[in-house]
T-cell receptor, first 112, second 112 residues
């Protein structure tokens, strides 16, 4: 089955710690995205990548970093500079001809 | 700046009671409008893409319509399993990287 996987499902971060969220897709999509979802707010774009070895900041990139070394993978690191990291993180990839983004199951990040 | 407003914030229906969800948007030019369904603790599931005013799409009990200023998601004879949060997003024409602007969602609860 083609799709997007995210791991872990739950992640706990200690003060001052960097943590990395995994996102993998086997849909052969070029573009991938990371969003953050907070209660009562719409999804907000953190980073996006249109092609391997290229990525751009979204609307709320401060305190986050990404890499895109392979077409299938787009990991997100939440750094210690992100002061309010508790949220539901969603990865997506885009079917370019149809302009449609498909989402993974999400990772919930909690702070200890 | 793109804006997307969904109403109502929450909607409670009895099983079989048809209704509509609204998504109002403000963009300089629309490239696409997207509807997603999101169950608690899961990633959004793609439902429909609408590209131009007058377009309609259907899937089981759901029908999405589009005008120049808003989109409606009509739910006919809903069942309890239709309970979820429904998200609307728009992509503005001229955005090359597929940026989506999301509304805050409508929480639909269908009682048996």
């Amino acid at each position: 089955d083609g799709g997007i996987t995210q791991s872990p499902k739950y992640l706990f971060r200690k003060e001052g710690q960097n943590v990395t969220l995994s996102c993998e897709q086997n849909l052969n999509h070029d573009a991938m995205y990371w969003y953050r979802q907070d209660p009562g707010q719409g999804l907000r774009l953190i980073y996006y990548s249109q092609i391997v070895n290229d990525f751009q900041k979204g609307d709320i990139a401060e305190g986050y970093s990404v890499s895109r070394e392979k077409k299938e993978s787009f990991p997100l690191t939440v750094t210690s500079a992100q002061k309010n990291p508790t949220a539901f993180y969603l990865c997506a990839s885009r079917d370019s001809p149809k302009e449609t983004q498909y989402f993974g199951p999400g990772t919930r990040l909690l702070v200890l | 700046e793109d804006q997307v407003t969904q109403s109502p914030e929450a909607l409670r229906l009895q099983e079989g009671e048809s209704s509509s969800l609204n998504c109002s948007y403000t963009v300089s030019g629309l490239r696409g409008l997207f509807w997603y369904r999101q169950d608690p603790g899961k990633g959004p599931e793609f439902l429909f893409t609408l590209y131009s005013a007058g377009e309609e799409k259907e899937k089981e009990r759901l029908k999405a319509t589009l005008t120049k200023k808003e989109s409606f998601l009509h739910i006919t004879a809903p069942k309890p399993e239709d309970s979820a949060t429904y998200l609307c997003a728009v992509q503005e024409s001229g955005t090359s990287y597929g940026k989506l602007t999301f509304g805050q969602g409508t929480i639909l609860t269908v009682h048996p």
